[in-house]
């Protein structure tokens, strides 16, 4: 059974594709059924092209990627969320939708914040930098998450190990 993981940031522009592709990224190269998801809670309705350079430049398939709001994932016909992850301060800091777990109960929820990469100074190569190294830093944390037996942990059980990852 697929695992999905919605990851969300205000705009959903940037540090939460960045996230999403990453997570689907390693999970087919590991062959895991994992499905990672995006969305904003305000999103901008573009993607910072920024962050697809810098997945593309790590060999993610980026096709199909839009900004898209939370919404989508609580309606009728949503995936089933086991995980959702929020990657900067002002999506954590929000009231969040009511999400649908694979049992019917509510997803384990997580923040792993980053800097947000579109604020970066020394132009266009200074924002350049700041995405690949937010995108191989959020790359790792997927990898650990990937590492966990999602299949097998109980809720309290994955939410002290999502926890443990982000050193919370």
């Known amino acids: 059974m697929t695992t ?3 990851i969300l940031c205000t705009h959903n522009s940037a540090r939460s594709v960045l996230a999403e592709g990453m997570l689907n990224h390693w999970a087919k190269k590991l062959g895991l059924d994992v499905q990672a998801h995006s969305a904003g809670s305000a999103p901008s309705g573009r993607i910072n092209p920024f962050a697809i350079e810098a997945l ?3 060999g993610v398939d980026t096709h199909g990627y839009r900004s898209k709001s939370w919404d989508e994932f609580s309606r009728d016909g949503a995936p089933p969320l086991s995980v959702v992850i929020t990657v900067c301060d002002s999506a954590a800091a929000e009231q969040c939708p009511v999400f649908f777990g694979g049992t019917g109960g509510q997803p384990v929820k997580v923040h792993w914040g980053y ?3 579109s604020n970066a100074e020394g132009g266009d190569e200074g924002k350049r930098r700041a995405f690949e190294l937010t995108r191989q830093a959020i790359g790792y944390r997927m ?3 990937l590492q966990l037996p999602l299949g097998t942990l109980g809720k309290p059980e ?3 190990a999502l926890a443990d990852i982000s050193g919370s």
């Open 56 to 58: 593309q430049a790590a």
């Open 158 to 160: 994955l939410q002290r």
């Open 4 to 6: 999905h993981v919605l």
């Open 143 to 145: 990898l650990q998450l």
């Open 115 to 117: 800097p947000d990469p």
